[in-house]
């Protein structure tokens, strides 16, 4: 593995090397794209909408292209209209250093459990396969999906609103794990970290923290399949942190490393990226300075359209059949409603299967024809607890936790 | 054909059950070997773009700026300082002032 890493940044450093010597010399523009499928424009906020279609990253069919490396892969909306679950090949993808290991060997991995424990341990992947197994279905979302719509504008990732996708996860409880290296006394939080490196040594390793009745909570769990198969590389091969009903940051991937802390996680991952302001939604006011910042945690709902694209047509005197999906954050779909009056009055949709409530539900409903002209139609998912997806778009500095109601507009002619 | 169709139907239901008694089989965890596109191409713009092309393209690729919306030039000085404080970004001092101008040239909003 060690092999791996080394060679992987050798090569980053050597790239870097190579465009200091040769300059321009045998490189391509950014503009050619020559293995590109095609384009993609998304209904972001503003310019540039245009994004390369791609099949040319491992075990991935074609992706919207965000950025090649580190590689950024958003998962267009039509795959979430084929099903509840997302497939492997189209799951969305995310890595914050561009030092990701491209060979992983099953047998000689290894997954180090260390810090405040009574026992370390150095678990292979047949050992965690010996060990009681558990599946839960759940929805795993980036912080700044949708941050595209975000206006004013804010720097990051340009998603649309494909940086989420739901799978089947097969795994091991997180706490079975836990107790098998005994939590000591006074462990108070649990950090992981996965096989991934920056290119440069001294930037900050990517880690995470739990605090550590979540992280024994039963449901965190530490998942070797995806969809009832092991999962791409690019998604976290041979392990990946899951964390129900909590942002993708927490889902750590190529989980190779669990420490239990004695004291809170200040590193930089969790004190000063993925903060939120402590606010209703996250919201502030673009300028407002002197919030109190916190780690960004739990999901809250959402619902999109995902037969209809925003600008679709429809026939007028004929009724239209209306689908998507909606999930409800940190807990199950309640009901899912639409309106096409813009807000006023609501109806409630027909929900789908129930998988658990930390999946994706399935809603549609058989929309009676309306008067022609234009339309505005909006979806909103309440959750379990009552909270509902609100009217206004927050808005803060990361471009995170985006969930107000997402209008479409369809024109009956 | 229809024998393989009512297979897959079995299958998936069964994969679908929430029935904590049912036994599933382990699934095979194969060693996995890909390769990565390299990412390198550069950013457009001739000899104004080689301040930001010998210094942010070890990190990231050229793909991800130019994706990015139009922002004022306050907010490119401070993407290109977080680089350097924050993720140690090896970029010669010289090279700021040359690389911040050709964001605010191609992502530039007043």
Excluded at chain 1, 56 to 65: T, V
Excluded at chain 1, 188 to 215: N, T, W, Y
Aim: charged content about 20%; hydrophobic content about 40%; proline content about 7%.
């Amino acid at each position: 593995m060690a092999h791996h890493q080394h060679d992987a940044r050798t090569q980053a450093l050597s790239r870097r090397t190579l465009l200091r010597t040769m300059g321009i010399a045998g490189l391509t523009l950014a503009s050619s794209t020559a293995w590109a499928d095609g384009s993609i424009r998304l209904p972001i906020a503003g310019e540039p909408r245009e994004r390369p279609l791609t099949h040319e990253f491992p075990q991935k069919g074609d992706m919207i292209l965000q950025r090649t490396r580190p590689p950024l892969l958003e998962t267009p909306m039509e795959v979430f209209d084929r099903g509840v679950f997302t497939p492997n090949d189209r799951f969305y993808v995310r890595w914050h250093w561009a030092v990701i290991p491209t060979s992983v060997d099953a047998g000689s991995f290894r997954l180090t459990v260390r810090g405040h424990v009574n026992q370390m341990l150095s678990l292979s992947t047949d050992d965690l396969l010996k060990m009681p197994r558990v599946e839960l279905a759940a929805v795993n979302q980036c912080s700044g999906n949708s941050r595209g719509f975000f206006s004013p504008r804010v720097p990051g990732a340009q998603w649309a609103h494909g940086a989420m996708g739901n799978a089947r996860w097969t795994g091991v409880r997180l706490k079975d794990v836990l107790d098998r290296a005994g939590v000591k006394s006074g462990g108070i939080q649990v950090r992981f970290k996965g096989l991934d490196e920056p290119v440069v040594p001294e930037a900050p390793d990517f880690k995470k923290s739990l605090d550590i009745d979540h992280a024994r909570d039963g449901e965190v769990m530490i998942a070797f399949a995806m969809n009832g198969e092991q999962l791409p590389l690019l998604n976290g091969f041979p392990l990946r942190l899951i964390v129900p009903g909590w942002y993708s940051t927490y889902w750590v991937k190529m989980l190779s490393d669990i420490e239990v802390l004695d004291r809170p996680d200040d590193n930089y991952w969790m004190a000063t990226a993925y903060t939120i302001p402590d606010t209703l939604h996250a919201n502030i006011t673009p300028g407002q300075t002197g919030v109190k910042m916190v780690p960004i945690s739990r999901m809250t709902p959402r619902s999109f359209v995902t037969n209809i694209a925003d600008g679709a047509s429809l026939p007028s005197g004929a009724n239209a059949d209306i689908r998507g999906i909606a999930f409800g954050g940190d807990t199950g779909v309640a009901k899912v409603e639409y309106s096409v009056d813009d807000g006023r009055t609501w109806q409630l949709a027909t929900l789908g299967e129930d998988h658990g409530k930390y999946s994706f539900r399935r809603w549609q409903t058989n929309l009676p024809p309306l008067a022609k002209g234009g339309h505005s139609f909006m979806a909103r998912c309440t959750n379990l607890a009552g909270d509902v997806q609100p009217a206004e778009p927050n808005w803060n500095n990361s471009g995170f936790m985006r969930n107000v109601i997402e209008p479409l507009h369809i024109t009956t002619t | 054909m229809r024998h393989a169709t009512i297979m897959m139907g079995v299958l998936s239901a069964a994969l679908l059950t929430s029935t904590p008694a049912w036994v599933q089989q382990a699934p095979a965890i194969t060693s996995t070997t890909v390769e990565l596109p390299s990412g390198d191409q550069l950013f457009p713009g001739g000899s104004d773009a080689d301040a930001i092309n010998n210094n942010c393209l070890a990190c990231h690729s050229a793909d991800m700026v130019l994706n990015q919306p139009a922002l004022p030039k306050a907010a490119w000085e401070s993407e290109v300082g977080k680089m350097i404080k924050t993720y140690r970004a090896p970029i010669d001092e010289s090279d700021v002032p040359a690389i911040v101008d050709y964001l605010v040239k191609t992502k530039g909003k007043t």
